[in-house]
């Protein structure tokens, strides 16, 4: 049932792929094209195409991939030393279903002259970030996101959606509905493995223009995996638009008052033999391991922002009211907090039986709820480095469990109430904030770097360029447009593209 063609093709799953697989599946399917997909420092997939000559040119280009100008990928390389390799992983094999000629796409890894992996690529310190997470924990980091984005298109007028009411709208008052269905068909043939899709909360019009807020959210996956899937699927939403005469917009913010996009995360921990490790033995509430990663990402949370919330828009996301988070806090089912705990499958109630009679269903508990079980967190948004994000993520989690008081730490961050009423007002200025623009994340990344750099995860130099690139951005400029709607809209237009 895999929608991926080349997964149902060879019957065998993508992290088993072999060389011999790849050019069968070429061989026997007629593919003329392969094409390599790699993200650079902009958060972007680039591309390079190749036509296959005959077999040993193919046999090349699988093993020894092919040399790309690294100085014009990313800022930290230098124009005199600037030559990578680019080498393909197999296992993210894909037929692309937006090219007339039959083309295999790949996403790509890159290495240095010396033929080792560059260590600041970002794919690369994700890579590093799980495999010390394991070394350290024993455990296994899995994650997915919750990808937000606007369609815009002309107004054509009838059936207007309600303002700021769109979630889970049915058509014809949500104007995009098949378009998502469409994208979350493409996204699943790249490999993508999607839960759900939906229309969001977001919905207005703007000079003649109908904005509308749609969500596709991921199962967990490991972490590196969700990564791709994130990359392939923002991908494939702008393609199809292309294609259809829309925009889209990952943008955090489009205007005042109106909802914003976010990338939530949700997160689990898991053992090497499958099975899940968010849940103490009672099943009903937390494990110990599980606080830990809340009370590391707790403590790292500012710092967190200078991968997840990258340019002015993200703070214009960032205030009270939203949905979106302001202060660092977590707790149970709380839509106020940072880091969320959603609900779990836990009541061990037949909910299937209940709903269609015990016959029908009979359903017995078993590990499979304890494994839905996440925590997610809120802040981050569609300016994010992907990759980047999960890597200091997956380093937060790892520093809770090195935190020798990280159960009180938990304990001290929990909230169970809105902590935006009114009347929690006390308990709200008790907790610390969120940085306010770029240049205060930068500082915050600053003064962690040391934990992020551990154990050779992120490089200096990466850590240095992502502080460099959050301090460029003109940010008296940005506090003035939290009052100033006209403002805003031309610095997200500046932004709209992330």
């Known amino acids: ?21 790849i050019i069968r599946y070429i061989s026997e399917t007629g593919i003329e094209m392969i094409n390599f997909m790699y993200p650079a420092a902009d958060g972007r997939l680039k591309t390079l195409n190749f036509i296959i000559n005959d077999l040993a040119y193919l046999e090349t280009i699988l093993t020894k991939g092919e040399r790309v100008d690294g100085s014009s990928l990313f800022p930290f390389i230098s124009a005199g030393s600037s030559d990578l390799y680019v080498i393909p992983r197999f296992r993210t094999a894909f037929r692309d279903p937006f090219a007339e000629i039959p083309t295999l796409t790949m996403l790509c890894s890159f290495f240095d002259f010396e033929g080792k992996p560059l260590e600041s690529a970002p794919e690369h310190t994700l890579a590093k970030a799980c495999d010390v997470f394991t070394e350290k924990t024993g455990l296994v980091f899995h994650a997915m ?69 749609n969500e596709i959210e991921f199962l967990p996956v490991d972490a590196r995996d ?30 005042v008052g109106k909802a914003g996009s976010g990338l939530h995360i949700h997160m689990r921990l898991m053992r090497p033999d499958g099975s899940s490790a968010m849940l103490a033995p009672d099943g009903r509430r937390l494990s110990d391991d599980a606080l830990r990663a809340i009370a590391g990402i707790m403590v790292l949370a500012p710092a967190i922002t200078a991968f ?15 949905e979106a988070p302001t202060n660092i806090c977590w707790g149970d089912r709380n839509r106020s907090v940072l880091v969320r705990v959603p609900l779990g499958w836990t009541a061990g109630t037949d909910m299937c039986a209940i709903a269609n009679g015990a016959a029908a269903c009979n359903v017995e508990p078993s590990a499979e709820y304890a494994a839905k079980q996440t925590f997610e967190i809120r802040s981050a948004d569609g300016t994010a480095d992907i990759y980047q994000l999960l890597a200091g993520l997956a380093v937060a989690v790892r520093h809770g469990f090195e935190m020798p008081d990280a159960l009180e730490t938990a304990a001290r961050y929990y909230v169970d109430v809105d902590i935006h009423r009114p009347e929690n007002a006390a308990r709200l200025a008790a907790l610390p904030s969120l940085p306010v623009n770029c240049l205060a994340s930068a500082e915050c990344l600053k003064e962690a770097a040391p934990i992020f750099e551990e154990y050779g995860v992120f490089s200096a130099a990466m850590l240095k360029g992502i502080e460099e690139r959050l301090r460029h951005h003109d940010h008296e400029r940005a506090a003035k447009a939290l009052g100033d709607p006209e403002l805003m809209l031309a610095i997200v237009k500046e932004h709209f593209h992330c």
């Open 145 to 213: 996101g919750e990808l937000e984005y606007y369609v815009i298109a002309p107004d054509p007028g009838t059936f207007p959606a309600t303002d700021q009411r769109g979630y889970h709208e049915s058509a014809p008052f949500a104007k995009f509905n098949d378009f998502r269905t469409k994208c979350m068909s493409y996204i699943a043939q790249t490999g993508g493995k999607i839960k759900y899709g939906h229309s969001e909360v977001g919905n207005f019009t703007l000079d003649g223009m109908i904005y509308e807020q």
């Open 1 to 21: 049932m895999n929608k991926n063609d080349v997964v149902s093709f060879l019957k065998k799953a993508p992290a088993d792929f072999t060389m011999a697989d």
């Open 308 to 322: 997840g919330n990258t340019n002015p828009t993200s703070y214009f996301r960032l205030v009270p009211h939203q």
């Open 226 to 255: 969700a990564a791709d899937q994130l990359m392939l699927a923002k991908w494939v939403i702008r393609n199809l638009a292309a294609k259809q005469g829309l925009d889209i917009s990952f943008a955090p913010k489009i205007t």
